[in-house]
């Protein structure tokens, strides 16, 4: 099963990276390059373990997806539910951890491509592909870190 992974060190400590990463609505398309929408589905209002998430990519392409694991502000699991034809199993995990004043996102996904016979071919195309918006995603993420509105939003008030 093929994994790609991309790391950024972000200015800010691993409970605010966790919670810029949790982001919803128009703060999360602030920083987010990879989904046009995203909501939560059976009526849930939060992240946790066992949500389900509806999310739409830029290029329009859907996926639900169920949190596998939600530990702020450590980590967090989703795995795909329902999704795009071509992949027969996808899942992502992010990891944060305090770095040198600030904090280490590591985000890492594998996946397995169908159909069957076409797999070997379209996995190492896949990666590539993925890397990529996996990469862009990350740097999306570093500036949401940086912007005054993103972190407003996940700071308390005094």
């Known amino acids: 099963m093929p994994v790609v992974e991309s790391s950024v060190v972000v200015p800010v400590d691993p409970a605010t990276a966790f919670a810029v990463s949790q982001t919803t609505g128009p703060t999360r398309l602030r920083w987010d390059p990879f989904i046009r929408h995203q909501h939560f589905l059976d009526g849930a209002t939060s992240p946790a373990k066992g949500v389900r998430t509806m999310t739409k990519h830029t290029s329009g392409i859907r996926m639900v997806s169920e949190y ?55 996995e190492r195309i896949g990666a590539r592909v993925l890397k990529r918006e996996i990469d862009r995603r990350i740097e999306g993420f570093a500036r949401g870190c940086t912007d005054p509105q993103v972190l407003a939003a996940v700071r308390p008030t005094a």
């Open 68 to 122: 596998v694991s939600y530990a702020p502000p450590s980590n967090v699991g989703m795995t795909m539910v329902t999704g795009p034809w071509f992949f027969a199993a996808l899942a992502g995990g992010w990891r944060f951890k305090a770095s040198d004043g600030g904090t280490l996102a590591t985000w890492k996904y594998s996946f397995r491509c169908r159909p069957a016979w076409l797999a070997p071919l379209a």
